[in-house]
């Protein structure tokens, strides 16, 4: 999302993050043949210490990674409705360099897992940790108020008990809400939701 190719660790880190928290042990990459994708699954390889393989598909064979295409298709889908969602609450452009793009596109494969039902009948959350999610969501790019944490709390007792911030999801290690900030990515345990005609504020996303 941050970046391309193996000049930002965030992918690498995130994919190892995600295969731990799995609990798979044999994994084989197939990437879709894409320089920028082969780059990350080399370096995740030795990173684990399980067995990885990088097998890419044979040249101009979408149909060699079957469903996973499909899902890459559906995610595109979900971001252009997603963006034009925001956009119609912003009342502006969204563009693909806009800084909640990238946020996005980490957030609808992350609801994907959460909530979108299977053949079985189960979520990809349900099948992992034996239950189904059901912490509560705010819309994407909604401004609200995160709790500070307590260590921010002792450093700065007469500051505002919470910090305004875009909320952008939830956080996969913790499950605490990311919210960006004017001071930069910050996470919260809790969040308060401002009135609704103050959700949005495209000088404030700006």
Same mark, same amino acid.
């Given at each position: ?16 993050? %995600? %295969? ?5 042990? !044999? ?5 879709? +043949? *894409?320089?920028?994708?082969?780059? @990350?699954?080399? !370096?995740? !390889? ?19 990674? *079957? ?6 298709? #559906? ?24 800084? %909640? @793009? ?13 909530? #979108? ?12 940790? +034996? ?5 509560? %969501?705010? #819309? ?42 004017? @001071? ?20 404030? @996303?700006?």
């Amino acid at each position: 999302c941050r970046g391309h190719g193996i000049s930002d660790s965030y992918q690498r880190e995130a994919v190892t993050r %995600l %295969l731990s928290r799995l609990g798979w042990h !044999k994994v084989v990459f197939r990437p879709d +043949g *894409g320089e920028a994708l082969m780059q @990350v699954a080399d !370096k995740v !390889k030795p990173k684990r210490s399980e067995p990885t393989i990088v097998h890419p598909p044979p040249e101009e064979s979408p149909q060699s990674i *079957g469903s996973a295409e499909g899902v890459h298709k #559906q995610t595109f889908g979900k971001l252009r409705t997603h963006r034009s969602d925001l956009e119609r609450k912003l009342g502006e452009p969204v563009g693909p360099k806009h800084k %909640l @793009v990238s946020w996005l596109v980490r957030h609808i494969p992350w609801c994907r897992n959460k909530f #979108q039902i299977g053949k079985d009948g189960r979520t990809a959350h349900m099948r992992i940790y +034996g239950k189904e999610y059901t912490h509560g %969501l705010l #819309q994407f790019g909604e401004i609200c108020i995160g709790k500070k944490k307590a260590k921010e709390l002792n450093a700065a007792k007469l500051d505002s008990r919470g910090i305004k911030g875009v909320w952008v999801g939830r956080s996969d290690d913790n499950n605490e809400h990311i919210l960006l900030t004017p @001071v930069g990515v910050k996470t919260a345990r809790t969040v308060t939701r401002l009135p609704e005609p103050d959700q949005f504020d495209r000088h404030f @996303v700006a």
